[in-house]
Nanobody, 119 residues
């Protein structure tokens, strides 16, 4: 079992920056991928960014490309999402999730952290 703990959410002004963190614990050797997702009130959860835990391959949702950066720090079992040029439409609850070998879907989820962008 893997536990994920997000932190770093908060309120930021339109155009501002914020970095949220995701720290894994437990059977972390089973992790193959970490993803960030978000869900705004009244909307479905959507993919934001993903990083291959071992190889470091990365991909982003089109809506955040060029503004968000996902990076990992394996020694701390952490993955970060640096968000820049934030917009009010980025306001959402941000979750990290892990794929665990041999599954190909995200099965472990954190509790999330709220990011609010004020206009």
């Amino acid at each position: 079992q893997v536990q994920l703990l997000e932190s770093g959410g908060g309120v930021v002004q339109d155009g501002g920056s914020l970095t949220v963190s995701c720290v894994a614990s437990g059977r972390t050797f089973e992790i193959t991928d970490i993803g960030w997702f978000r869900q705004a009130p009244g909307r479905e959860r959507e993919f934001v960014a993903h990083v291959d835990w071992h190889a470091g391959d990365i991909d982003y949702a089109d809506s955040v490309k060029g503004r968000f950066t996902i990076f990992r720090e394996p020694s701390k079992k952490a993955v970060y999402l640096r968000m820049s040029h934030l917009k009010p439409e980025d306001t959402a609850f941000y979750f990290c999730a892990a794929k665990l070998y041999p599954r190909i879907d995200f099965t472990s989820w954190g509790q999330g952290t709220q990011v609010t962008v004020s206009s």
